[in-house]
């Protein structure tokens, strides 16, 4: 198959899943973290998870991007340093800083099923493979008189980025730190937690609203709808564990992820 209909193939796959997605996470929730339960298959560690699930991000990113037209383009190397600055961040330091927070907590059981694992990583190799291949070969970035047009919306989209990044790593600290020495949960508090139950979630919905406006094309409408129909109603489950786990002691004026709606 030539690359072009590959590329057309993934990316009419990426805008399908969003909605099935959605609809399968309104019956069911993956079962890690906070819905953790038996009948899924043999388990890992969270942190051995995360790294490998998301490993994708990095590798396949740097063996694709060097072959696009677009390689030595400044526009496409400020986009995908943007995209990589995150996956550094998910697939090599947060999983260190689970698992240190883990060990200090003598919370060492896995708890992570490998399906689960292996299901990630086949979606991170479709959706890295889309965004690479886009910023590195298909989008034309030397249309006449577009660099303030592209110029102006990188840096809009990179304040929300940015802004959302800095919300996600900020509410994963406080949920790490959160758990006790029995590895059980407490009522997060702080940040953007006062406003909603899945402050994390929210911080990464805004990241991939920012890389949509930055990306201006399909792929990153499709990375954005799945990341909504993903984190959404996981979010949703989450704030009703919450609430049912905490009762009284949980505040009633939060939302679940989007604040003052959701």
Request: charged letters at 15%.
């Amino acid at each position: 198959m030539e690359d072009q209909n590959l590329f057309n193939t993934a990316l009419q796959i990426h805008l399908i899943l969003s909605p099935i997605t959605l609809l399968a996470l309104l019956f069911i929730q993956a079962p890690y973290g906070k819905h953790y339960r038996g009948g899924w298959g043999p388990t890992i560690s969270p942190s051995y998870a995360w790294f490998l699930m998301e490993s994708p991000t990095l590798w396949l990113t740097l063996l694709i991007y060097p072959f696009g037209r677009n390689f030595s383009n400044p526009k496409s190397i400020a986009l995908i340093s943007v995209f990589l600055f995150h996956y550094i961040h998910r697939t090599l330091i947060y999983p260190i800083r689970l698992s240190k927070s883990r060990k200090n907590q003598n919370f060492k059981k896995p708890s992570f099923p490998i399906s689960v694992v292996l299901m990630a990583f086949v979606y991170n190799l479709l959706n890295v493979y889309l965004q690479s291949r886009w910023v590195s070969h298909y989008a034309d970035f030397n249309g006449g008189g577009n660099d303030w047009w592209f110029w102006g919306r990188f840096f809009v989209g990179l304040v929300v980025f940015v802004s959302g990044f800095a919300v996600n790593v900020k509410s994963d600290l406080v949920l790490v730190s959160l758990k006790g020495d029995d590895g059980g949960y407490k009522v997060p508090k702080g940040g953007m937690f006062e406003f909603v139950s899945c402050a994390n979630y929210f911080g990464e919905i805004m990241e991939w609203f920012g890389w949509m406006v930055m990306i201006w094309s399909w792929v990153g409408v499709a990375f954005f709808m799945y990341t909504c129909s993903n984190l959404v109603p996981r979010a949703g489950a989450n704030h009703r564990w919450y609430l049912e786990k905490f009762r009284d002691e949980y505040p009633k004026k939060r939302k679940a992820v989007i604040p003052f709606v959701y």
